[in-house]
């Protein structure tokens, strides 16, 4: 299975304070998903973006969230002011347009 | 939107029996469906999928049926082993909106 990566794989953070989530994808893989996993529950859409631009977003996506890809390989996700209820583990996805999916290794964001 | 539900939620097979997972969606236009494992803390891993113009797919123990009338589709895993203890989650494709719904989750335990 084709690998993307994620950094870091742990980050604690006060709550309100913000966080940068990094993903890099595969090679030719252009769309790119940020996904998040509340510990024990199911994985849950965030956003999705093709040629520079978010595609697709859900409603947990609110103005606290933002995602870019700043220089053409990294894409991340960023949250301004964390709140407790954003600790979850955070999985970055990229496709090449079809519909098979590959699942980064997640970053378990801890807000205290 | 799309909505997944899946059944059951937990799941417990003697080794080398078969374990069968359901789920069923709820739009009519979504026409992949991928499955989903996933071990303790680590990333969902593709392990099979359909798409719509498909009955059936097989793939060494692993097969998936999806009946597009009704709306359901199921994931059978014949000869099961300790280590196909995990979570499974199915998943539909939202092809107008190019994202991933999961479904709730099975855990699976293969008892040896």
């Known amino acids: 299975e084709p690998e993307v990566t994620q950094t870091p794989s742990h980050q604690v953070t006060q709550m309100g304070q913000e966080v940068i989530l990094r993903c890099v994808p595969i090679s030719n893989h252009l769309y790119f998903y940020w996904y998040r996993q509340i510990l024990g529950q199911k994985v849950e859409f965030l956003v999705s973006f093709y040629n520079n631009e978010i595609s697709e977003k859900s409603e947990i996506f609110d103005d606290q969230f933002s995602v870019e890809r700043p220089d053409g390989s990294n894409f991340t996700l960023k949250i301004r002011s964390t709140k407790l209820e954003d600790s979850a583990m955070y999985f970055c996805?990229?496709?090449?347009?079809?519909?098979?999916?590959?699942f980064g290794p997640g970053t378990r964001l801890l807000v205290l | 939107g799309e909505n997944v539900e899946q059944h059951p939620s937990t799941l417990s097979v003697q080794e080398g029996d078969s374990a069968v997972i359901k789920c069923t969606y709820s739009d009519s236009a979504s026409n992949y469906f991928p499955w989903y494992k996933q071990e303790l803390g680590k990333r969902p891993q593709l392990i099979i999928d359909i798409r719509s113009n498909v009955g059936e797919k097989k793939d060494q123990r692993i097969a998936v049926t999806l009946n597009k009338t009704a709306k359901h589709f199921s994931l059978h895993i014949t000869e099961t082993q300790p280590e196909d203890s995990a979570v499974y989650f199915c998943?539909?494709?939202?092809?107008?909106?190019?994202?991933?719904?999961f479904g709730p989750g099975t855990s699976l335990s293969v008892i040896p």
């Open positions: 996805a990229a496709s090449r347009g079809e519909e098979t999916q590959y």
């Open positions: 998943a539909a494709l939202e092809t107008s909106y190019d994202k991933v719904i």
